[in-house]
């Protein structure tokens, strides 16, 4: 079964909206990684969020963890079309970060 | 800095098959693993590997071996292959089990 579970599967949105994507997990977690995938390739990091940390920020992206309710979201503010991608949210599982478990991931769809 | 690269890009097997799939990193990162991507799903854990000579497995290792004879190196190896291993195949690396960094993948089916 996998940890994170994003939601919603799919989002589209015009250029220059915010985009929000949701993810939830279940069990206790060291850290939350954001990470993108472009059609065919491999996946890129975007974000790491620690389990004692509340928000951070990079560029245009903005991440919120909530241990209480094992929950992370990611905004991308002032969307591109080249944002269009699936992201992906990924914990270590509570597994000393040996593991990384992944989400089925948002498509995100950003229209010119 | 080649980051992490995949060998091959493309494989078509038949089923019974065996082969091997290479991962290389020059980022001198201790933890390596191998994920598997089928449609329409997040990445599964095959196997990962902490360091030189180590492997352990991941979610779904079943007909799947490792091995990390050289840091830089992990290899993935199907014995008899299965259509049910039709699939695109990653292999990513840390330093210490953070940000992780990811090759090209490698697309292979089974007929």
């Known amino acids: 079964s996998q940890q994170g579970e994003e939601d919603p599967q799919a989002l589209s949105i015009q250029e220059g909206e915010n985009a929000t994507m949701n993810c939830s997990y279940k069990t206790s977690i060291n850290n939350l990684q954001w990470y993108r995938q472009n059609s065919g390739r491999g996946l890129v990091h975007l974000i790491l969020?620690?389990?004692?940390?509340r928000e951070k920020h990079s560029g245009r992206l903005r991440v919120t963890l909530d241990t209480s309710k094992k929950s992370s979201s990611l905004l991308i503010t002032a969307s591109r079309a080249a944002d269009t991608a699936s992201y992906f949210c990924?914990?270590?599982?509570?597994?000393?970060?040996?593991?990384?478990?992944f989400g089925a991931g948002t498509r995100l769809f950003v229209k010119a | 800095n080649a980051g992490v690269t995949q060998t091959p890009k493309f494989r078509v097997l038949k089923t019974g098959q065996s082969m091997t799939l290479l991962c290389a990193q020059d980022m001198n990162h201790e933890y390596m693993y191998w994920y598997r991507q089928d449609p329409g799903m997040g990445l599964r854990l095959i196997h990962y590997s902490v360091g030189e000579g180590t492997t352990a497995k991941g979610e779904v290792p079943d007909g799947y071996n490792v091995s990390r004879l050289k840091k830089q190196n992990f290899l993935l190896g199907l014995e008899s292959a299965a259509p049910s291993q039709t699939s695109v195949y990653f292999c990513?690396?840390?330093?210490?089990?953070?940000?992780?960094?990811f090759g090209p993948g490698t697309r292979l089916t089974v007929l």
């Open positions: 969020i620690r389990s004692n940390e």
């Open positions: 990513a690396s840390s330093y210490f089990g953070d940000e992780q960094f």
């Open positions: 990924a914990t270590d599982a509570d597994t000393g970060g040996f593991k990384t478990i």
